[in-house]
């Protein structure tokens, strides 16, 4: 199990998305007045809490949504998880499409670091339940103590 840390949405793509505290998902759609969202296989984003505080760590000194991630969840290492992994927080229920991404042009944070953790720690899942996530959710992986 993990804790959601932070929410974020964007409504223009190649922008840092905003912690918003709450947001709603949809079915086959992503999250309600985000970007990305529409019918693909990378509807919502997420990074591991603890990728983010490394990384912090080595003097980048990031916000939540910078790296364009939607959910950020404390206790769950994303990038290990296969992809067809189901994810479950309250009603949403996630099913994990990708991991990592291409990165075509250096984000401000690559060109300040010499790195960015997205495109191999972000993992991309679609929606097969909608429903609300906000600060401060528990969020459960299929297979884990608390099943889904």
Request: with cysteine.
């Amino acid at each position: 199990m993990g804790k959601v840390v932070a929410v974020c949405i964007s409504p223009k793509r190649g922008t840092v998305k905003q912690n918003v505290g709450k947001i709603h998902l949809i079915k086959d759609y992503g999250i309600e007045h985000d970007a990305h969202a529409g019918n693909w296989h990378r509807q919502v984003s997420l990074l591991s809490y603890e990728r983010i505080r490394a990384f912090n760590e080595k003097g980048a000194n990031v916000e939540a949504g910078a790296f364009g991630e939607n959910i950020i969840v404390d206790g769950i290492d994303f990038v290990n998880l296969p992809v067809g992994t189901i994810m479950k927080c309250k009603d949403v229920i996630l099913e994990l499409t990708q991991i990592g991404k291409e990165c075509h042009t250096h984000c401000e944070i690559y060109k300040r670091m010499g790195e960015c953790i997205m495109p191999k720690q972000g993992v991309f899942a679609k929606v097969l339940q909608g429903g609300d996530i906000q600060i401060g959710d528990e969020f459960y992986v299929s297979g884990s103590d608390t099943d889904c």
